[in-house]
């Protein structure tokens, strides 16, 4: 299925390459041109095969296809984590004395990762002006495939939680440089679109996980270890082509180049220049919030449809929340940036403004239709509403991140894809799981937890059942069939945040817009700061 999204991405994309910092390149000389012409096509023509050949091969949509590969290979992770949560909660090596894990200790697990992921990407864009960033992302992912190994050889919840932070290090080093290349080198007029194409794959990365970590780990022991151990040693193995693909990328499509004279900023510089930028920053509030559900729906979701109403099973509820996960994540990312590049893109401060328009109408609608569906009870409507919510969720992806990078000047969009990963994951899915996890066991549990099996079958006003972690029944929890629901519906309803946020940035930028106007700003108005 990935391979196919690529190939219809490249059929999308089959347009003129995009320039570099050199000068625009022609391919093809043209029938009836002149012969001026002819000749400066052919200077180019000479010019072009005298490039190294590995930079003439890997052009612009190759790179756009690796980094949508990395993209996938490490959302995997995070869905492969999601989807093994109810494997490792009854794993009793990682439980301990407590045989199994409290919803608050399984959710610190993904908010360690957060850790390491949000803390260390500022200071990786700092050393963007050192080191090439096709370094920074190898040796990052070196240090995220060791800790993918070590989550899976884990035998307590101190290792397991120090492993996932460590692979919250290496991902940061890849996610400062990615999108800010992508940027840089796609076709003017399709820049959302592949910036979408990129973001694409957190959902669909995420789903796959969720599935095969959900039915791998439902097979219990596989051999001489654990199903869901095995999922994280032979992401591992995928994910070695890949890294090996960016090690030979040219030094064309670092961050900088050794001819670049532009300032790069310090990190203290950088960071001061963006914490007076409010367009930035309450752009980037409002992606916290949405990424505050997000985070805890991807954590969460499979165990409200096995714990709920619905009683499903591990592998159906991976099946449906994957596959609905990966539909509208493709179809939802790719659209939202389609969308903004047919209504101006990001070029001009009145295409700016409709971008975020087009935010507050997405999460409208995402945050209307999600409600109504945590309120179902069959899983025909369920599914349905979901999926048009979480469709529209995804809409919003491309563009938010075209918004943060295009209120800022351009020697400082690194960082600022960095530190929005930060404060997204800061006040977005880091806590989130852990919140919802509290909210689930301390406000919504009506004490169903603390019973054993006899009294949980007998205490039918709180609605509390009887969840196996085995399939033979030998160990198992109680819990109230709506604890997790409600504690979602929670959480669900914050991303209403998200809406006043990107309302002010939006009168803001129209009350310049107009300025600008009422003085005949010929040259343009600029939104940065």
């Known amino acids: 299925m990935f391979f196919t999204l690529l190939g219809?991405?490249?059929?999308?994309?089959?347009e003129t390459f995009p320039h570099q910092k050199e000068e625009k390149r022609s391919f093809n000389v043209p029938v009836n041109s002149s012969e001026q012409d002819q000749a400066e096509c052919a200077d180019v023509a000479l010019v072009e095969e005298q490039?190294?050949?590995?930079?003439?091969?890997?052009?612009?949509?190759?790179?756009l296809a690796i980094f949508t590969a990395l993209n996938f290979i490490i959302y995997y992770d995070r869905g492969a984590l999601s989807g093994s949560l109810a494997s490792i909660k009854g794993d009793k090596r990682i439980a301990g004395d407590s045989k199994t894990l409290t919803d608050?200790?399984?959710?610190?697990?993904?908010s360690g990762f957060m850790i390491g992921y949000m803390t260390t990407s500022p200071l990786f864009a700092a050393f963007g002006g050192i080191v090439p960033s096709k370094w920074i992302i190898v040796g990052g992912m070196v240090v995220w495939a060791i800790a993918c190994v070590g989550t899976g050889l884990s035998t307590t919840y101190a290792a397991l939680l120090v492993c996932r932070i460590f692979v919250g290090v290496g991902e940061a080093a890849f996610v400062g440089f990615t999108v800010t290349t992508i940027d840089r080198i796609a076709p003017s007029g399709s820049r959302t679109l592949w910036i979408g194409t990129f973001y694409s794959m957190i959902p669909v990365g995420t789903a796959v996980g969720m599935v095969v970590g959900g039915s791998v780990g439902s097979l219990g022991t596989i051999g001489p270890t654990q199903g869901w151990r095995i999922v994280f040693f032979t992401e591992v193995l995928a994910s070695i082509p890949i890294v090996l693909a960016n090690a030979f990328l040219p030094s064309i499509y670092n961050l900088r180049s050794d001819s670049d004279e532009t300032e790069y900023y310090s990190l203290h510089k950088a960071t001061w220049i963006l914490i007076k930028n409010l367009n930035y920053l309450l752009i980037v509030f409002g992606y916290?919030?949405?990424s505050f559900v997000v985070g805890a729906f991807a954590v969460w979701g499979i165990p409200m449809l096995i714990q709920g109403t619905m009683r499903l099973s591990y592998i159906n509820a991976s099946l449906i929340l994957g596959g609905v996960t990966a539909l509208t994540g493709v179809l939802g990312s790719v659209a939202g940036g389609f969308v903004l590049d047919k209504i101006g893109g990001t070029s001009g401060s009145l295409n700016l403004i409709r971008g975020q328009l087009l935010l507050i109408l997405l999460i409208l609608v995402s945050v209307a239709l999600g409600i109504a569906a945590f309120f179902l009870e069959n899983i025909v409507g369920f599914t349905f509403l979901l999926t048009l919510s979480v469709f529209a969720l995804f809409m919003v992806t491309a563009p938010v991140n075209a918004a943060i990078m295009n209120v800022v000047s351009p020697e400082l969009k690194a960082y600022a894809v960095s530190y929005s990963?930060?404060?997204?994951?800061?006040l977005g899915d880091f806590p989130s799981p852990t919140f919802t996890g509290f909210l689930s066991d301390h406000v919504f549990s009506k004490g169903c937890p603390l019973h054993n099996i006899?009294?949980?079958d007998l205490d039918t006003g709180n609605h509390c059942r009887w969840v196996n972690n085995t399939d033979d029944a030998s160990s198992g929890h109680c819990v109230n069939?709506?604890?997790?629901?409600?504690?979602?519906?929670?959480?669900?309803?914050m991303m209403f945040l998200s809406v006043p946020c990107w309302l002010v940035v939006y009168f803001r930028l129209?009350?310049?817009?107009?300025r600008a106007e009422s003085l005949s700003d010929s040259s343009g108005l600029s939104l940065v700061g």
Do not use: D
């Not at 219809?8 to 089959?14: A, D, I, S, Y």
């Not at 608050?104 to 993904?110: A, E, N």
């Open 454 to 456: 006899s009294l949980c």
């Open 51 to 63: 490039r190294p050949r590995l930079e003439r091969i890997l052009t612009p949509r190759f790179v």
């Open 510 to 514: 129209w009350r310049a817009y107009r």
């Open 421 to 426: 990963v930060f404060l997204i994951h800061a």
């Open 8 to 14: 219809v991405v490249k059929e999308m994309l089959n």
């Open 481 to 493: 069939e709506y604890q997790l629901r409600n504690a979602l519906l929670v959480v669900f309803s």
């Open 288 to 290: 916290a919030m949405y």
């Open 104 to 110: 608050t200790k399984v959710g610190f697990i993904v």
